[in-house]
């Protein structure tokens, strides 16, 4: 199957399942499609809420725990949706089952890169073709990947990054190493700027939103002949709404908000005990103070309050709330029942964890179709392209690489 009609059928899926998935959880009193699919909103309130996060993490457990309440409930509807692409997969790379000894020699290259980070820069370097040619690297940060890639092939590489402090982090590791990479010190969003060329490879591991979808436009634009990309954080754009690249993502009827992108990355393999614990706290008194903030506002909607310090949830949930109020201008009365929007905001938790682990079922589809949109642009290029997945789902779930060559 091609890659436009397989975006195509994906696009289907979505258009006719949004009612699941398109939903923001913090807004909702109630399941907001318990009326259409009983059978789910049955299901997925007899589930305990000690296994959730298992069952979250691994996305065939979770379909497989849901799909019967949902086939049940289309059946009843008379619908006939292909659930079957609700287990779609990338294909693994070759290189990614050999791996395992290519880079012990230069080990040492990863002093100073967290283990799972480090794991992801060797994938992926694992996965480029075998050339010579000069290698971009995108939004290079300290250019850890950049540094491998010329260590390891022995290729040139420009590492281009905005920001002065790590591009001269970076030069210094390149000149301890006697490396042939380069920083170059630019916004990326700069028009004037003229890095790619044809006789290249542009490399982009995790760049976010806009940025990787800028190196698709100017390498296209320029005729760079290869391109690895593994792309991340889908909602940072600086449009309202989602803007599709190819011509099928053009035609396609979904509406898409920054909120809706950001389903694929709702998914962790990492925080565990503690990290969970504070997870669920935060979570839990954000509904709290919510709910208290309605009461005493008169309002129906939810108040976004700013990022706070794990130490706050060590201490008291009123203590936070005195804290939220203050930094949304909330005038709180006195003599106020902590205790019962604690409660409230424990049971709201209990509805939204519900929401999203059926929105989750798509988050896999969805991403798909993010990246189909990026690969049969990039067709339409002329380029040859492939999706792949270059390392396992507990390095990162954002495992997806693009490769494309004219």
């Not at 108040?303 to 949830?313: C, H, M, V």
């Not at 905001?345 to 519900?354: A, C, F, I, M, Y």
Request: proline share 3%.
């Amino acid at each position: 199957m091609s890659h436009s009609a397989l975006l195509s059928q994906l696009d289907s899926l979505l258009l006719q399942s949004r009612q699941l998935w398109q939903v923001k959880a913090f807004d909702c009193d109630k399941q907001p499609w318990e009326e259409n699919f009983p059978n789910l909103a049955a299901l997925v309130w007899s589930l305990d809420d000690d296994i959730l996060d298992e069952l979250d993490r691994v996305q065939a457990e979770l379909l497989n725990c849901l799909l019967p309440a949902l086939n049940k409930d289309l059946v009843l509807l008379s619908e006939s949706w292909s659930l079957e692409l609700l287990n779609i997969k990338a294909p693994l790379c070759a290189g990614s089952r050999v791996r395992e000894m290519e880079f012990q020699d230069i080990a040492h290259f990863s002093a100073g890169i967290k283990g799972r980070k480090w794991a992801q820069i060797t994938a992926f370097t694992q996965e480029l073709p075998a050339d010579k040619c000069e290698v971009l690297e995108w939004c290079a940060g300290k250019g850890h990947l950049g540094r491998l890639i010329s260590k390891s092939q022995g290729r040139e590489v420009v590492s281009l990054e905005w920001q002065q402090a790590l591009c001269d982090a970076g030069e210094k590791f390149a000149q301890q190493w006697q490396l042939p990479q380069k920083f170059v010190c630019a916004d990326a969003f700069d028009n004037q700027q003229s890095e790619l060329k044809v006789e290249q490879q542009a490399v982009a591991l995790h760049a976010c939103g806009d940025l990787h979808v800028r190196l698709l436009y100017l390498a296209a634009k320029a005729g760079t002949r290869h391109i690895a990309i593994s792309p991340c954080c889908y909602h940072l754009i600086q449009a309202k709404e989602y803007q599709a690249m190819s011509k099928v993502g053009l035609q396609s009827e979904l509406r898409l908000s920054r909120h809706d992108l950001q389903l694929p990355l709702q998914q962790s393999t990492i925080a565990k005990g503690k990290q969970q614990e504070l997870r669920h706290r935060e979570i839990a008194w954000r509904l709290g103070f919510d709910s208290l903030q309605r009461e005493v506002r008169g309002g129906s909607c939810y108040l976004p309050i700013p990022s706070l310090k794990q130490s706050q949830l060590n201490g008291e949930f009123s203590t936070f709330c005195y804290w939220a109020a203050e930094q949304k201008s909330v005038d709180l009365p006195e003599n106020l029942n902590f205790k019962r929007f604690l409660e409230l905001g424990v049971e709201r938790q209990r509805l939204t964890r519900r929401i999203d682990l059926v929105a989750h079922m798509f988050r896999g589809v969805f991403e798909h179709w993010l990246l189909l949109d990026r690969v049969c642009y990039l067709e339409e290029q002329g380029y040859e392209v492939t999706l792949e997945q270059f390392c396992n789902n507990e390095i990162t779930p954002r495992n997806l690489l693009i490769k494309a060559k004219k």
